[in-house]
């Protein structure tokens, strides 16, 4: 064979030397040897190795790691090592479950060679460690840069695993002997804080035996293939459910596992090396990216297959040839340098990536050992470069962007150095993913091939051919709506249609504003305050036309809200997505789209605060309103209370990259307050954006650098509305372009054109511009109104779909009994009997859109519910009664239903009354068998009702008139218009009449046939309307003017000008009239022919009018003054000043006047040139003023009063005092007067010299001021009462009590009144001497007081009625009833009187003695009350809390309650619904949900940015759920009954084996979690306690039983159960208030056993025949096991040494131990009542839950496995397994017998 070998000493050029090399190889091979043993990294006894014990399938010991480590995205703190070629990061099952399968396994797992190995009886030895040795960690740091030469990688740990020479497992019966081939390869796992990678070493002879024969393979010859590679295994969901988890395989068949010592991907034939783990987003595994030559020729030209799930691994992209220069080749340095150059230049894709090897050192040691700091020679050949395909090197999660990219190689031009760029250290952001949401690629992954017709041999480039590419065809769905999908070379794009921006996988309207919706979280420590912020509501609105963003962050505390006024960066995020574009430039959502990360830190100067700011974009929601939530964190100075903030317009210059936007700043900004004055500060600004990016179109990149301009930035904190407003105008422009020259002064770019906020701006020569609608939207472009698609059919919703309309646009939903397929846009039926929604006794029928029960023969009913009698029993609730009685018995918040609500009307059978009439409104309607209202046949209030038993006659479809109409009649809930809107009214055939009057203001109009108003036809009520049938005359097109004057008139929702406004005034042409005056004000001005005012022609009311027809004179500029005045009269869109501001008055040359007076206040004072006060000259409303003209006296700094009344009189932005504010009078000398009066309220007071209010001086308005220059008499400190008053009469900013508050009666001690009364409601009350209310002394109004100096009789306690009513009491600071709440009525013993009525709604009810509305008893007002006094058949009560909330408080619990960052926590809203974004535990691993915590299809997401979700709330059920009865399994003696979630399942026993055959549902239980589950043998009944209901409950184990319910009040948290046939009794434990409970077995008698020193009961079981009770409490800091008698004496602990998580709980009655099951120490013992004779059953158990004994097996719930697992008592192994088909946890488990055995507990 010939050779062909490149050694480094070579001085070849690398373009020559490649085509070479490329030719060498097409005539032949080129030569290169694998790694030899001595080559692996060191393993044995003498490098620190443990030893597998030998075997067939052994696991070893946990091994701890020092540090956990991340794999794939989740982070593990121990590993397993396998006999079988894995390592695992959980412990294994049973070998059975895996080692015959192929990938993925159901757990993680590390395979560098999985398949059935047998170390028996010597044939080979396993060793195993983790280390932290610096050569070994040198080695992989070493390892990990040649593959991935970007990683900055220094690992801190390392494990080694090694099997050396070990066989394959062979059958025993088999008549040939053992086989001599034997394997040995290494697996050597690399990590640090935040990635792992993983190298596979097989050496040269190492591989022997490709695959292993199946165990039960029957005799048949097969072999399967070993599975190399990596599996995240099984993720949990959602509790009850389990999806694969993403894996990755490096072969796929037998030659594949031969070629592993052949190839590999590192340049070195045998090493293989991938990306494993990240701590931040991690999808797939990533393989090294320089490959290696084969030592045989490729057949087929197929060289390695890939099995990968990700498809962006699998794209190859071409690069030109590898560089080798020897003169540049240098030694790696030792293990501190694996960090990585700091100056080193990442290549961009498809740059030059070459990686030059060492040669072998001749100081290198013959093998290797751990105190070897070189690196490593492989074989004894050089090992030659290549140009195999490269993989991008770094996951998604982690990229490396440099500040300049270098610049690319030209080809032909190999060994031209590459121009240097600036050296600037390498900053990390977090990129966002390629690719979610995405199906995997079909197995074979890519198949890469080399041809020689693909070698070019002038430019050495080999082209790489690719397959199973993502194509439009199979995944078009993850483009818009509003986008079209691409195919290119190495994969698809989307991009937006004509009329919409966005990135193609979010497009949006052209032009249309946007809003932006979100919740903002976080700890923000203010000074050294900590202030949550827990889920406020953050809210934009983005004006596209010109850039304006405004952002409110409502409910923000007041220390953290004055602070983060500085923060506009949080604005700053949606003024950058939606800029104003200037050419050449564009806006970031057409970069981002709706899913995007954006990271920025905030340092604060001079503080060295650091704040960071994490904005999510989760994506469109169903309005396409953007959806981003925002967490904060960190440290923010101190900013006063009151203080005012400026910020300077600036620039900001982004950085764009692949996937990723960075900039850095340094912002300046002012604080003015009253303590400091003015004082300047800054912030440094670092952030980055990271979202996803298509490349796969080789467009044109965009250009490198933008400016974002902000030309104005407003912020401010509302303290009375805790609200904090930032507004800032955003620009974008290539960086360096002026906004203000000369070809952007078109109102396009100015931002100043009249283009209606729907309407686009398109710039045209000059000034002129032209308004377009923006899509979605039809007008002239200045008045633009929405296109209703779906009236005017112009929807893209297919069929089975309906179209919801919304601003700019509409949506498709399906309609009922369809839903979304795989393409998101398609409805496809919904298979409602996969659910088995009948009767067991009936079969389904499916059709479109619905389905059909029926009762099979021999059986009668509904097909729902069928009995073999006819009329037998009740029929269920139908449709209609369970709507009705749904409404009638639904709750809201306040405990009260919704008042006017409409509640349905049913007939004797069930069905909706054919009529149906609204009590509240009168309206009625004729409704189908489904409860729809049928189109047309609605009347109102006093009309004949229409009669619904005549047949429709053919529905037309609804005109657009009459969508227009029906839209605004079923805005409101109960169907009827929303008071004050505009009802359009429609002729029979449902077009517009021609004259529409507005029913509330009385304007009418004429309308064309769409609807639209005709110009010059509104009048006002009371005159006489247009007359609409005349011909209209051709209209000439609006001029500027009327276009001006009619905006103005239509910026009502009602179609009529806003009172106060000025309305232009245009002639007959429609041209502004030379001399326009004002309608409020009387101010008149002339006008040029735009409108604008000219300068100096301004007159006030009741002078005479400039002559406007006279020629102006040549006009001066306008001066300071003039701007600042026609500046506030131009504030208001409509050209007229703001109500009360402050106009500045300026003299004939344009100069401020040198006195100045505000006309709404009369304060007057005198001005500069510049128009700035001049200090000491302001003068109140009729004081003389003061002299402007005298000189000024050396001015004398201000005081603190006039710091005080000039900030309160600036708080306006016009300089006017905000309506109401009160403003401190200061003397002469600047001082506070003594008394200070309230210009609005006239309250007045004394004041010390710093302007507080001395106690005791206020008077109210009318009454005599105090004399405050008499000396204050001593002051006693205030007492409790007086502060309480006081703190009550000064929470109005104002300084008087709020209307209708409590305020406390003090005497003149300050001490309490005996007797306090309420002012408003006229209740009075004894108090105490702490002002606390005297039980059973309140008194309404009108009613006798009690005499409060009587002394008390021995009070009793109060009663849990009394505690109610007086909560609801105080709920309010000041004392008094919240308006509305409904406030229980006790009787004189304090227990619930039986009938309550709500004092607002009038609504009655029953109660209970607890006070629990007794179900069905609430009438409306009006009606007959229940008589409360007849008992009724007991109901559940209600819950209090919601699945979600259950499902997540037991899990907690279930957990230990710190649940780990990879196990899974419900999250629920505030209301208890499941959040719509449901993730695994701390990770990234997320998935949308519907109302029932069911996921989403097509919804999950590893990826740092979470699926966008949005809550639903779905409609009443259409169709009954399965009626809950016992279906028993047949012929079974033995049973093992278990819970799992909504169902106990049944599992007959054959003998000790596990029947899993005839296993089957026992019963279905809907919405319930079932925990404990128990038997009586002698009734033959099973009992369930209920977490999500808080029920105990039973059923008979016969056919068609039904559940009854026992036990509803006074439960939290039910779980262990256990029942004590001997005495008729179950006993409970209540895990939430930590209680042991016992009653009769049909729920009477019910007492408490137990409720001190428990924390975390769990399991509980009786011992019939010794009457003894044992319970397991796993507290985590004491946990044990207890004992009673059943009646709850001689309480003792059993065992409270070595267990952790005692879960499961049973007896042996052949033993007479007690025996225990520990998800803590994985331990099953036994132990014997009195703490003798402890033993350990088996060692090593998964995640128990409950377990039970039978015949020498304890079967035991597993929580790891989601089965049932069967163990020996004698062999101590497990026997058997059951895995049920739905993969959810299992709970408790009983077993049921036919009859009861001996010793039966």
């Not at 700053?572 to 104003?580: M, P, Q, S």
Request: net charge negative.
């Amino acid at each position: 064979m010939q050779s062909c070998s490149l050694t480094p000493s070579s001085t070849m050029e690398r373009g020559v030397m490649l085509a070479v090399c490329l030719l060498c190889w097409s005539c032949s091979v080129c030569v290169v040897t694998a790694i030899k043993r001595t080559d692996m990294f060191s393993y044995g006894t003498l490098s620190g190795d443990l030893i597998l014990a030998e075997g067939d399938d052994e696991t070893s010991r946990v091994l701890s790691l020092p540090k956990p480590l991340f794999f794939y995205g989740s982070l593990f703190s121990q590993l397993y090592v396998a006999t079988n070629g894995i390592i695992s990061a959980q412990d294994l099952p049973m070998e059975k479950q895996y080692v015959d399968d192929g990938f993925p396994t159901d757990f993680p797992v590390v395979a560098p060679f999985l398949a059935d190995i047998d170390t028996s009886g010597g044939r080979g030895q396993i060793y195993y460690r983790v280390t932290e040795t610096p050569s070994v960690l040198n080695r992989v740091a070493q390892e990990v840069h040649r593959g991935f030469p970007d990683a900055k990688f220094t690992p801190t740990h390392v494990v080694v695993a090694t099997w050396e020479n070990v066989a394959a497992y062979e059958e025993q019966t088999r008549t040939t002997g053992p086989s001599d081939k034997v394997n040995t390869f290494q697996a050597v796992i690399g990590y640090d804080e935040t990635d792992s990678y993983v190298l596979f070493l097989y050496p040269e002879d190492g591989l022997n035996y490709f695959g292993t024969r199946p165990k039960e393979s029957y005799n048949v010859e097969i072999e399967l293939p070993a599975r190399v590679g990596f599996s995240r295994g099984e993720v949990t969901y959602l509790i009850f459910s389990r999806t694969e988890g993403p894996h990755y395989s490096v072969t796929s068949d037998e030659q594949s596992v031969k070629n592993l010592y052949q190839v590999g991907n590192t340049g070195i034939p045998g090493v293989w090396l991938f990306h494993t783990g990240n701590r931040y987003s991690f999808d797939n595994i990533v393989p090294a990216s320089i490959g290696g030559l084969l030592d045989t020729p490729p057949t087929g030209g197929h060289s390695l297959s890939l099995d990968s799930t990700t498809p962006e691994y699998g794209e190859f992209e071409e690069y030109p040839d590898n560089t080798f220069d020897s003169e540049n080749q240098e030694e790696e340095e030792d293990y501190p340098h694996t960090g990585g150059d700091p100056e080193f230049q990442p290549a961009p894709a498809g740059g030059d990536h070459s990686e030059s090897l060492q040669p072998a050192s001749p100081d290198a040691p013959s093998s290797p050992s751990e105190d070897s700091g070189h690196q490593l020679s492989y074989g004894s050949e050089d090992v030659p470069l290549t140009s195999e395909p490269r993989y991008s090197s770094e996951p998604a999660g982690r990229q490396y962007a440099p500040p300049n990219p270098p610049e690319r190689v030209p080809e032909g031009d190999a060994q031209r150095t590459p121009k240097q760029q600036p050296q600037v250290p390498l900053e990390v952001v977090d990129v966002y993913p390629s690719h979610r949401n995405e199906p995997p690629l079909s197995p074979g992954g890519h198949v890469v091939s080399v041809d020689e017709d693909d070698v070019d041999f002038d430019t050495g480039v080999i082209q790489y051919t690719t397959e199973n590419k993502e194509t439009c065809a199979r995944f078009q769905q993850q483009c818009s709506q509003n986008a079209f999908c691409s195919d290119y070379a190495t994969g698809f794009c989307c991009h937006c249609r004509p009329g919409f921006y966005g990135n193609g996988r979010h497009c949006l309207p052209e032009g249309a504003p946007q809003r932006v919706s979100g919740k903002v979280s976080g700890t923000v420590t203010v000074g050294s305050t900590p202030v949550e912020l827990n889920n406020i509501d953050l809210h934009a609105y983005i004006v596209v036309g010109d850039g304006r963003a405004y952002t409110a962050i409502s409910q923000v505390p007041e220390p953290v809200g004055w602070a983060l006024m500085p923060l506009a960066p949080i604005g700053e995020l949606f003024g950058w997505l939606f800029a104003l574009e200037l050419p050449n430039s564009q806006a970031g959502f057409k970069i981002t789209g709706a899913e995007f990360t954006r990271r920025a830190e905030v340092i604060f100067y001079p503080g060295n605060q650091r704040l960071s700011i994490i904005q999510t974009g989760r994506g469109l929601d169903d309005h396409n309103h953007l959806t981003v939530d925002t967490v904060v964190s960190g440290n923010v100075p101190f900013l006063p209370p009151g203080a005012e903030i400026t910020m300077e317009p600036f620039k900001e210059t982004y950085q764009y990259y692949p996937s990723v936007a960075t900039s850095s700043s340094v912002r300046e900004f002012s604080v003015v307050s009253a303590e400091q004055g003015s004082e300047s500060f800054s912030f440094q600004l670092k952030q980055n954006i990271t979202y996803r990016d298509c490349r796969h179109d080789n467009r044109a990149a965009v250009l490198e650098t933008l400016q974002i301009i902000m030309e104005r930035v407003f912020v401010m904190y509302v303290k009375e509305e805790r609200i904090l407003r930032y507004a800032i105008t955003n620009k974008i422009s290539p960086v360096g372009v002026d906004p203000t020259g000369p070809e952007l002064v078109n109102p396009c770019y100015a931002g100043n054109h009249d283009c209606d906020t729907t309407a686009q701006c398109i710039p045209l020569e000059g000034q002129a511009f032209q308004c377009q609608c923006a899509t979605g939207y039809r007008g002239d472009g200045r008045n633009c109104y929405d296109i209703d698609e779906c009236a005017e059919g112009l929807s893209s919703c297919r069929a089975h779909s309906q179209c919801v309309n919304l601003p700019g646009g509409h949506r498709c939903q399906c309609q009922s009994g369809y839903e979304f397929g795989f393409d998101g846009r398609t409805c496809v039926d919904i298979d409602e009997c996969s659910s088995s929604p009948c009767h067991v006794s009936a079969r389904c029928i499916n059709g479109l859109g619905s389905f059909l029960c029926q009762c099979q023969p021999g059986f009668y009913g509904d097909g729902f519910y069928c009995s073999q009698t006819e009329g037998q029993t009740v029929r269920p609730r139908s449709q209609c009664e369970q709507h009705r009685d749904s409404l009638q018995s639904g709750m809201e918040q306040s405990g009260r239903p919704s008042p006017g609500a409409f509640i349905p009307q049913c007939d004797s059978d069930g069905r909706y009354q054919p009529l149906q009439c609204h009590g509240s409104t009168g309206h009625c309607w004729c409704v189908d068998s489904r409860g729809q209202e049928r189109a047309g046949t609605r009347t109102p209030p006093g009309t004949a009702p229409k009669d619904c038993d005549r047949p429709d006659e053919p529905v037309r479809p609804k005109t657009h008139c009459e969508h227009h109409r029906d839209s605004v009649q079923t805005t409101s809930p109960e169907g009827y218009p929303i008071v004050g809107a505009y009802v359009p009214q429609c002729d029979a055939n449902g077009q517009y009449t021609l004259l529409q009057c507005h029913g509330s203001s009385g304007h009418c109009w004429c309308v064309d046939g769409n609807g639209q108003e005709r110009a010059g036809t509104r009048t006002p009520p009371g005159t006489t309307p247009t007359d609409c049938s005349k011909p209209v005359e051709p209209e000439r097109p609006k001029t500027y003017c009327e276009h001006h004057r009619d905006r103005v008139q239509t910026t009502s929702p009602d179609g009529y000008p806003v009172i106060g406004a000025y309305v232009p005034q245009c002639d007959a042409n429609g041209q502004y009239r030379s001399l326009q005056c004002h309608g409020s004000t009387g101010q008149c001005w002339c006008v040029d022919e735009r409108g604008q005012e000219r300068v100096g022609t301004r007159t006030p009311p009741g002078t005479p009018s400039v002559d406007c027809d006279r020629p102006g004179e040549p006009e001066r500029p306008k001066t300071h003054c003039e701007h600042h005045r026609d500046g506030v009269q131009t504030t208001s869109p409509e050209g007229y000043p703001l109500v009360g501001a402050y106009v500045p008055q300026c003299d004939a040359d344009g100069q401020y006047t040198p006195l100045q007076c505000h006309s709404s206040t009369g304060h007057c004072w005198c001005v500069d040139s510049r128009g700035q006060e001049k200090a000491g000259t302001r003068t109140s409303p009729g004081a003389p003023p003061t002299d402007c003209h005298k000189p000024d006296e050396p001015e004398r700094p201000k005081t603190h009063c006039e710091h005080h009344r000039e900030r309160a009189q600036t708080t306006s932005p016009e300089g006017y005092p905000i309506v109401g504010a009160y403003v401190p009078q200061c003397d002469a000398d600047g001082q506070y007067t003594s008394l200070q009066c309230h210009g609005s309220t006239g309250h007045c007071w004394c004041v010390d010299g710093r302007g507080q209010e001395r106690a005791g001086t206020r008077t109210p308005p009318g009454t005599p001021s105090v004399d405050c220059n008499k000396p204050d008499e001593p002051v006693r400190p205030k007492t409790y009462c007086e502060q309480h008053r006081d703190s009550v009469q000064t929470t109005s900013p104002e300084g008087y009590p709020i209307e209708g508050v409590f305020v406390p009666q003090c005497d003149s001690n300050g001490q309490y009144t005996s007797q306090q009364c309420h002012s408003s409601t006229g209740h009075c009350w004894c108090v105490d001497v702490r002002g606390q209310e005297r039980s059973g002394t309140r008194n309404p109004p009108g009613t006798p007081s009690v005499d409060c100096d009587k002394p008390d009789e021995p009070e009793r306690p109060k009663t849990h009625c009394e505690h109610h009513r007086d909560r609801v009491q105080t709920t309010s600071p000041e004392g008094y009833p919240i308006v509305g709440a409904h406030l229980p009525q006790c009787d004189a013993e304090g227990q619930y009187l039986p009938r309550q009525c709500h004092g607002s709604t009038g609504d009655c009810w029953c109660v209970d003695g607890r006070g629990q509305e007794r179900a069905g008893t609430r009438t409306p007002p009006g009606t007959p009350s229940v008589d409360c006094d007849r008992p009724v058949p007991v109901a559940p009560t209600q819950r209090p809390e919601s699945v979600c909330e259950r499902w997540r408080t037991s899990l907690i619990e279930h957990y230990g309650g710190k649940p780990d960052a990879q196990q899974y926590v419900p999250q629920c809203e505030q209301d208890g619904q499941f959040s719509p974004v449901q993730c695994y535990g701390e990770t990234t691993y997320c998935w949308c949900v519907d109302q029932d915590g069911r996921e989403v299809p097509g919804t999950r997401s590893h990826d740092v940015v979470k699926p966008a979700c949005l809550p639903s709330v779905a409609p009443p059920t259409v169709r009954p759920l399965p009626r809950p009865d016992v279906t028993p399994p047949t012929n079974t003696d033995i049973t093992l009954l278990y819970a799992q979630g909504q169902k106990i399942g049944a599992l007959p026993l054959n003998g000790t084996r596990l029947d899993a055959t005839r296993s089957k549902t026992l019963l279905t239980l809907h919405g319930s979690i079932v925990v404990g589950i128990a038997y009586d043998c002698k009734e033959n009944q099973v009992y369930w306690t209920d977490l999500s209901a808080r029920t105990i409950n039973r059923a008979s184990m016969a056919t068609g039983a039904e559940p009854e319910i026992l036990i509803n009040t006074n439960l939290v948290s039910p779980e262990g159960l256990a029942v004590d046939v001997k005495r008729r009794l179950m006993f409970w434990v209540d895990s939430n208030p930590d209680m042991i409970e016992s009653a009769n077995l049909d729920g009477s008698g019910r007492r408490t056993l137990f409720d001190t020193d428990l924390v975390n009961p769990r399991a509980i079981i009786v011992v019939s025949s010794t009457g003894t009770l044992y319970w397991t409490d796993w507290n985590r800091e004491a946990p044990k096991i207890e004992s009673s008698s059943v009646d709850g004496q001689n309480r003792r602990v059993v065992v409270s040494e070595g267990i952790g998580l005692p879960n499961a709980l049973t007896y042996d009655s052949s033993s007479r131990q007690v025996c225990w099951a520990d998800a803590g120490t994985k331990r099953l013992e036994c132990v014997s009542p009195d703490g003798s004779g402890r033993r350990v059953v088996h060692p090593s158990l998964n995640y128990p839950f409950s377990m039970v004994y039978y015949r020498n097996h304890f079967y035991y719930t597993d929580w790891r496995r989601d089965g049932v697992i069967a163990v020996s008592k004698d062999s101590s192994q497990i026997t058997d397994e059951y895995l049920p088909d739905q993969r959810s946890h299992l709970y408790g488990i009983a077993i049921a017998t036919t009859h009861c055995l001996s010793g039966s507990h």
